[in-house]
């Protein structure tokens, strides 16, 4: 079973380049309620698609479909529900100028339920049911959990500029191509997917928006908690959540400095 689940991490990589390939090509052709919403500013003020976002997930989900069902199933379900909660967000939070936990909590206590809010709840809810289909003990379920959605969100955090967010995917999963199992394959997924559109990232042609930054992520996270038992998980979500941290203050310190500007 380990020699045939290993064989298929090739085709999961291959496979999730095509799709998202394909899926790119698709969406660009059809422009689903008009060019104009899939059309954003990047930070140098540079117009740029938001294709490459969902295609990316689109594709990851397609690179796991040989393995056994309930790890596909996992798998499908944390990409999946993390590429729809940051599609969500990227429609109905641009130009909201509020970033971090802090923000969208704060504002969920006055009463205003936010994008960024429902996209925190959405995928943190995804990644623990992910998990309990990944792990079998109460205890291994909650960290499977807290490390695919923690790695969603700090793969998202870390795309402050032009192919951050899918390098980081293909730098950070690249060792995990020559893991045995599903760990291998679900790697090859997430690797795949991101390759596909690192080109047009990096070329600021397009952008991969929260769709692809959470839905990439999750695809890692779901990789690193096949491949890791209790121990390893404690010391990935232990990182995650100081990354996570680490994330909110600067993300603080920026809006401080910018409304002091």
Not at 20 to 36: H, I, K, N, V
Request: hydrophobic residues 55%; aromatic residues 4%; proline residues 4%.
């Amino acid at each position: 079973m380990i020699k045939r689940t290993s064989a298929r991490r090739l085709p999961a990589l291959v496979g999730a380049v095509a799709v998202t390939r394909a899926a790119t090509t698709a969406l660009r052709s059809r422009a689903p309620g008009g060019p104009d919403r899939w059309q954003r500013k990047n930070y140098a003020g540079r117009a740029v698609e938001l294709y490459a976002g969902p295609a990316a997930a689109l594709g990851a989900a397609a690179g796991v479909v040989a393995l056994p069902a309930r790890t596909r199933a996992a798998a499908a379900l944390a990409v999946l529900a993390a590429g729809a909660c940051g599609a969500y967000d990227d429609v109905a939070g641009d130009g909201d100028p509020r970033r971090g936990f802090r923000a969208h909590l704060g504002a969920l206590r006055g009463g205003e339920v936010t994008s960024g809010a429902a996209k925190l709840f959405g995928i943190c809810a995804a990644g623990l049911a992910a998990g309990a289909l990944l792990k079998e003990r109460p205890v291994d379920k909650l960290l499977a959990g807290v490390v695919i959605a923690g790695t969603a969100h700090f793969v998202n955090l870390v795309d402050v500029r032009p192919g951050r967010a899918a390098g980081a995917v293909v730098v950070l999963g690249a060792p995990g191509l020559l893991r045995e199992g599903a760990a291998g394959v679900l790697t090859a997924a997430s690797v795949g997917a991101a390759a596909a559109v690192l080109p047009e990232d990096i070329g600021e042609q397009a952008m991969i928006g929260d769709a692809g930054a959470h839905a990439l992520g999750a695809a890692l996270g779901a990789a690193v908690v096949a491949g890791n038992g209790r121990a390893g998980l404690i010391v990935h979500a232990a990182g995650l959540v100081a990354a996570a941290v680490y994330g909110e203050k600067v993300s603080a310190g920026a809006v401080a400095g910018s409304s002091a500007a």
